[in-house]
């Protein structure tokens, strides 16, 4: 979040419950800010970005997406995908271990939390060069193979 972005085309949601504290690069500043989809503040203390608890972490988070409000935040962001790419910021790292990529998750799966069939679209322009087993970015050209998980990857 702090450094300059890449320039990514598309809208930047800020996914995170907070703003970034400290000075945000110009190009890391988002486009909108949906801090109602963000986990609850007792589930990110639970789960701390702790590698071992992810999965945990995913599940609660996807069951917090279908509460009111942060479903109503999630079928924003569908919105907003719908309209075309979306780039979602946030400031948590590592970014695999981030409520980022269940969001991401969501909107191309349709997750528990969907809202209603035919919303949405692309998730974000960089989805496809995600690993869907690990979550990391697969940055290098026409890999077939995530070199983190040795999961397949769409090319």
Do not use: I, K, N
């Not at 991401?104 to 060069?129: K, N, Q």
Request: charged fraction near 20%.
């Amino acid at each position: 979040m702090y450094a300059a972005a890449r320039p990514w085309p598309g809208t930047r949601v800020l996914v995170d419950r907070r703003l970034p504290l400290g000075r945000l690069a110009r190009s890391a500043v988002p486009d909108v800010w949906l801090a109602a989809v963000a986990p609850s503040a007792a589930l990110w203390r639970w789960y701390g970005t702790r590698e071992e608890r992810y999965e945990a972490f995913a599940r609660h988070y996807e069951q917090e997406l279908a509460e009111a409000v942060r479903a109503a935040g999630l079928r924003r962001l569908r919105a907003l995908a719908g309209r075309g790419p979306v780039v979602l910021r946030t400031a948590v790292a590592p970014l695999h271990l981030s409520h980022a990529r269940v969001l991401a998750r969501c909107l191309l799966t349709g997750g528990a939390a969907a809202g209603r069939s035919g919303e949405g679209g692309e998730a974000a322009c960089w989805l496809g060069a995600v690993c869907a087993g690990c979550g990391r970015l697969v940055t290098a050209g026409g890999a077939v193979r995530c070199p983190y998980c040795q999961a397949s990857t769409p090319r």
